[in-house]
């Protein structure tokens, strides 16, 4: 059974930073490009951003390049958002995806996952 699990989220103050991990098991983790995709309350999701199998390019979403950083170490079969300087509109759940298809390329479109994670909150405020 495929699993993504997120974790790390919390309430944090304007300018904090935080950062999520998504453990994933029964999938092939290596082989697959992993992104991060963000929902706030009566929003529809938004890509937050997306690495390739070796982390040789990392995509970001125009509203947190510069502030969030994607990792991954695929021996922990680990994906990582690093979120700096936190603003109350990152407010959101934030979700992992596995990209639909197996050494495929980075997407920022919803379709192109098919294995999503549980999410976790992130909620800025002071």
């Known amino acids: 059974q495929v699993q993504l699990v997120e974790s790390g989220g919390g309430l944090v103050q304007p300018g904090d930073s935080l950062r999520l991990s998504c453990v994933a098991s029964?999938?092939?983790?290596?082989?697959?490009?992993m992104g991060w995709f963000r929902q706030a309350p009566g929003k529809e999701r938004e890509f937050v951003g997306t690495?390739?199998?070796?982390?040789?390019?990392?995509d970001y979403g125009d509203s947190v390049k510069g502030r969030f950083a994607i990792s991954r170490v695929n021996a922990k079969n680990t994906v990582y958002l690093q979120m700096n300087s936190l603003k109350p509109e990152d407010t959101a759940v934030y979700y992992c995806?596995?990209?639909?298809?197996?050494?495929?390329?980075?997407?920022?479109?919803?379709?192109?996952?098919?294995?999503w994670g549980q999410g976790t909150q992130v909620t800025v405020s002071a």
């Open positions: 029964g999938l092939d983790f290596r082989n697959y490009p």
């Open positions: 995806a596995a990209h639909r298809r197996r050494y495929g390329g980075t997407s920022r479109q919803i379709d192109d996952y098919d294995t």
């Open positions: 690495i390739t199998r070796t982390s040789s390019y990392i």
